[in-house]
């Protein structure tokens, strides 16, 4: 399947409202088996907000077969991912690469359910609610909701964006 990222001109690019998961690795500082995200359903850069879903299935890597599904503490790394998603399609847009970012804390997490069950599509809102341009830091309300069911869980993520992550890694 052809990428749809389009090139309006050198410093302004075109991102689709709908992006699979093919399209998403280029937005998102994964591969492999640790994308998680199956599709992005829409992003608004202006409101700092993006909508995507996964679906839980056997291939993913956190699938647990006694389980039956995923249990709730993996929806963290989707939500994570999905504002990832937000930052490379604000950063595709003004034509720049996306950046990683380092967590820095994980608030007010709670969860309504225990497990995702094999065949269920969850659906994860992100919503900026802080940014610090200079330090880089951002904070982010997270909720993922199933079957019409809203806030099954939430969190805040607050993210360190870097183009160096070596460099804190590693202390420099």
Request: a negative charge.
């Amino acid at each position: 399947m052809p990428v749809l990222l389009l090139e309006k001109k050198l410093t302004d690019f075109f991102v689709p409202q709908k992006l699979e998961k093919n399209e998403l690795i280029q937005l998102i500082p994964h591969s492999g088996k640790m994308v998680l995200l199956s599709r992005i359903i829409s992003h608004d850069i202006s409101k700092r907000e993006v909508v995507a879903q996964f679906d839980v299935e056997e291939s993913c890597i956190f699938y647990d077969d006694e389980l039956g599904g995923i249990p709730n503490w993996v929806t963290f790394e989707i939500m994570a991912q999905t504002l990832s998603s937000l930052t490379g399609i604000t950063n595709r847009v003004k034509g720049l690469k996306p950046l990683a970012g380092c967590i820095l804390s994980i608030t007010n997490f709670k969860a309504e359910k225990e497990v995702f069950e094999k065949g269920s599509v969850l659906t994860i809102n992100i919503r900026e609610d802080f940014r610090d341009e200079e330090s880089h830091v951002f904070k982010y309300y997270c909720s993922v909701s199933q079957n019409g069911k809203t806030d099954l869980v939430t969190t805040d993520i607050t993210v360190l964006e870097t183009e160096n992550i070596e460099s804190i890694v590693k202390g420099n």
